[in-house]
């Protein structure tokens, strides 16, 4: 019996089981004490019976689901170990055709040109702002905090903050805020994204200072701690940001050059656009970075501090480095949401904002620019599917259970990420194998 | 005289690991520091690569004070260390590693890089292979190698022989030599004092954060107090 219940399959089979029956429960109707198996039956109704329970059609759709993923299971182990026996052999192992060259630059391309036509695949209303202030936005989120968790490998968990200080920017040199404008000028919201990106990146090099002596968990801790000041900063400073109200009279973007006169108004289209070219310049220039002599500092200085500084690394210079440039996507996306929506406050730049942009990193894969784009577009749609049209019985709260199921499986079946880089995945291959452990990378503590 | 450390004190908080020693390396020696555990030699390295700076005292290299030089300072002076436990970049290719090793140099290496697949030929078969899967004497051999291709001056190596088996020992430390026949001046912290003590010119014997003795290396080898405590049975066999 023992020895039929650990055979792969089985043992699969059952597990998936469980997990279904977790998931039935989790899309189901919420349950009460008269009818505690409703999230099982689909139905208030059902009293709570053995029966009841196979009442409705649900178990059998659930359990068909069973089936498939204890299958795509059982082969993905049967791939997975020759996945794992190339990490063992020590070599750097032959590129997979994700890894070439030009497999990648065809992806981003096919990417790009779906991306330029998408506006006028999906017009509707909904869906268009939800490009720009949902999957645009976020994906610029992902790509900053990619610069400082994946590259650098400095868990930053108040990332929010440039986010926050990019919005309040804008805010600040359009006119919007209760504190003057610099020089009593009112700029078009266009000056503002050079002058948001700078000053977001003088503000990381200014918290990263002190904060990233630190290493590990100190430091996660203490970049919550800034993440919440800069929150509490501007529900609390009435006179300065606003309050818990914060502004809603930022201007929208406008072009006035001469005889071209052109307003961008609430559509979201034309924001759309601009923040898609952005994100362009931003992939271009952080996979540059990667590869650059700061790329490298930054794995070195990941993989082993002490090992960099013996080399000539200044760690402290290049972690700060990586907290201002990380910042530079997050104050630009800033701007884009204050531009567009017009208006900022405090509620829009929680912790729970720092936490989603972290989960689209670890889900798309750490370190990999390609996985991250492709993570925070992907889970930013699901979510945002879910709020528009959904399922029964579903509340938007319930979002974060999906979420975080989403990333425990990830975490179990894929833990590198969606599209893995290259050097992460090779990092978790070996603490796999007992060589290391994969949470340095995280929490820097090296053997 | 390449090294010159004056009355250095080190201390972590309240408590004095170096009470102030003094002790100097020429140019072009391999200078050993011998100690049981704990009297000081780990510290007196970590001082030596600017880990931790001296709480009253002077490092002097090349007739300029270093004593306050952070860590990532000390490649570009030409002092190059090789941490305890090896330390190399696990998850990055041989070759990777050796690239970093030369990341404050501006200007082509590719000399360098041959020069040291040279020297460590074993480094050459395993190029593409990844740091963290390297035998314990390969890692040691990387660990050297990435610090050579700073193109130090003065080497400094933590416990070469920790951990590593006999032969391989031998052969860490026949190339130690060589590195110092090429012009690189060493100073070796080690516990396998005997080892130590038949390839250094000179030797300084530390004990409680205190520099007890010093003498020339083959003075040492036959030195009744040093075979007593650090050689032990060892050398009775030799």
Request: cysteine-free; overall charge neutral.
């Amino acid at each position: 019996m023992k020895a039929f219940v650990k055979r792969p399959f089985v043992s699969h089979l059952l597990t998936s089981i469980g997990a279904m029956a977790i998931f039935e429960l989790m899309t189901g109707p919420p349950g009460s004490s008269t009818t505690p198996t409703a999230g099982f039956t689909g139905s208030f109704g059902e009293r709570a019976s053995f029966f009841g329970l196979f009442a409705t059609y649900r178990f059998v759709v659930f359990l068909a689901l069973a089936v498939i993923v204890s299958g795509v299971w059982t082969l993905w182990q049967s791939r997975g170990s020759v996945i794992k026996h190339g990490v063992n052999t020590g070599l750097a192992r032959p590129r997979a055709a994700w890894q070439l060259k030009p497999v990648r630059t065809g992806f981003f391309l096919a990417l790009f040109i779906f991306a330029l036509f998408l506006p006028h695949l999906e017009t509707d209303p909904y869906w268009q702002s939800v490009m720009v202030e949902e999957i645009a936005v976020y994906v610029l989120l992902a790509l900053g905090l990619n610069v400082v968790v994946g590259f650098a490998g400095l868990l930053d968990l108040g990332f929010v903050a440039f986010y926050a200080v990019g919005a309040y920017v804008t805010a600040w040199v359009t006119g919007a805020l209760p504190t003057p404008a610099p020089f009593g000028i009112h700029l078009n919201a266009f000056f503002a994204i050079p002058i948001a990106i700078a000053l977001v990146m003088i503000f990381g090099v200014l918290i990263g200072l002190p904060t990233l002596r630190l290493r590990g968990d100190y430091l996660a801790i203490v970049t919550l701690g800034f993440g919440e000041i800069v929150t509490i900063f501007a529900n609390n400073q009435y006179g300065i940001t606003g309050g818990s109200e914060g502004t809603n009279a930022i201007p929208h973007f406008s072009i006035h050059l001469w005889f071209i006169h052109y307003v961008w108004g609430l559509a979201p289209v034309p924001y759309y656009y601009l923040t898609l070219a952005f994100v362009v310049v931003f992939i271009i220039v952080f996979s540059l970075l990667e590869h650059s002599r700061v790329g490298r500092a930054w794995t070195a200085i990941r993989e082993d501090e002490v090992a960099a500084e013996s080399i000539g690394i200044n760690p402290l210079k290049y972690k700060v480095m990586a907290f201002a440039i990380g910042a530079a996507s997050a104050g630009f996306a800033g701007v884009v949401t204050a531009g567009q929506t017009i208006f900022v406050n405090p509620q829009s730049f929680t912790l729970p904002v720092s936490i989603n942009i972290l989960a689209l990193v670890i889900f798309g894969g750490m370190g990999s620019i390609a996985g991250v784009v492709v993570g925070a577009v992907l889970i930013q749609t699901v979510s945002m599917y879910l709020l528009h049209s959904p399922p029964a019985g579903y509340q938007s709260s319930d979002l974060y259970i999906y979420l975080g199921a989403a990333l425990v499986l990830m975490m179990i079946f894929r833990p590198a990420g969606l599209i893995p880089s290259r050097r992460r995945r090779r990092e978790i291959g070996m603490a796999e194998a007992g060589e290391g452990h994969m949470d340095e990378v995280l929490t820097g503590d090296t053997p | 005289m390449m090294l010159q450390v004056n009355d250095a004190v080190v201390r972590y908080g309240a408590i004095t690991a170096l009470h102030g020693i003094t002790f100097e390396i020429n140019q072009g020696e391999i200078v050993t520091l011998l100690g049981a555990n704990g009297a000081g030699k780990s510290t007196t390295l970590r001082m030596l690569s600017g880990l931790h700076a001296p709480a009253t005292g002077k490092i002097i290299f090349e007739g300029q004070d270093i004593t306050n030089t952070k860590a990532h300072q000390f490649v570009a002076l030409g002092i190059a260390h090789v941490p305890e436990g090896r330390r190399i970049f696990p998850q990055m290719t041989v070759e990777e590693n050796l690239e970093m090793g030369a990341f404050t140099r501006s200007g082509s290496f590719s000399d360098d890089m041959d020069r040291m697949y040279e020297t460590f030929p074993i480094l050459k078969e395993r190029r593409k292979q990844l740091g963290g899967n390297l035998s314990g004497g390969e890692q040691q051999m990387l660990a050297i190698g990435r610090a050579l291709m700073g193109s130090p001056r003065l080497l400094l190596l933590d416990e070469p022989s920790m951990g590593l088996a006999p032969m391989i020992v031998e052969t860490i430390f026949r190339i130690i030599g060589e590195i110092r026949d090429s012009g690189t001046t060493v100073l070796v912290v080690e516990q396998n004092a005997a080892q130590a003590l038949r390839l250094a010119d000179r030797g300084y014997v530390m004990e409680n954060g205190r520099i007890v003795f010093s003498d020339k290396a083959s003075n040492l080898l036959h030195d009744e107090r040093v075979r007593a405590v650090y050689l032990g049975e060892s050398v009775e066999g030799t």
